[in-house]
C-alpha cells in the first residue's frame, strides 16, 4: 500500500491509500478477537503483524508454527517493529528549539 498524505481545508489533512499488491492467506484464529485466550502474551507488531520472539520479529504464518499458536491463542500486545517505526517516522524530526527557530524565520 502507499499511503499519501495532502493538506486539507481548514488545516487539516487528508489520507489517501492505494493498494500496490494484495496476497491471500488464509484466516487464523489468533487474529478473531473472539477466541478464547490462554495466559500466554505475544507481542504482534500494530503495521505488518509480525510477531515478537526471542528478540525477532517473525511473519505471521512463521509465528503461528514457531509458537505453535494453533494449539492455543496467547494474549495479544501490540507494538511496532523496527521496520515499520522506521518505515512511518521521519528520517529527522526537528526538536521544539529547532522549530521556534523555522516558525520566526
Known sequence: MILQFSPAGLG????DTFLLDEQPRPLIALLDATAPRGSDLVVMCSW???IRHQGRW???????RELRLLSHAPEIS???????????????????QSA??????
Open 12 to 15: 487539516g489533512v487528508r489520507f
Open 48 to 50: 505488518c503483524k509480525r
Open 58 to 64: 517473525l511473519d505471521l504464518e512463521e509465528g503461528v
Open 78 to 96: 501490540h507494538g511496532v517493529c523496527p521496520s515499520c517505526t522506521v518505515a512511518l517516522l521521519p528520517a529527522k524530526v526537528p526538536d521544539e
Open 100 to 105: 521556534r527557530e523555522t516558525q520566526l524565520s
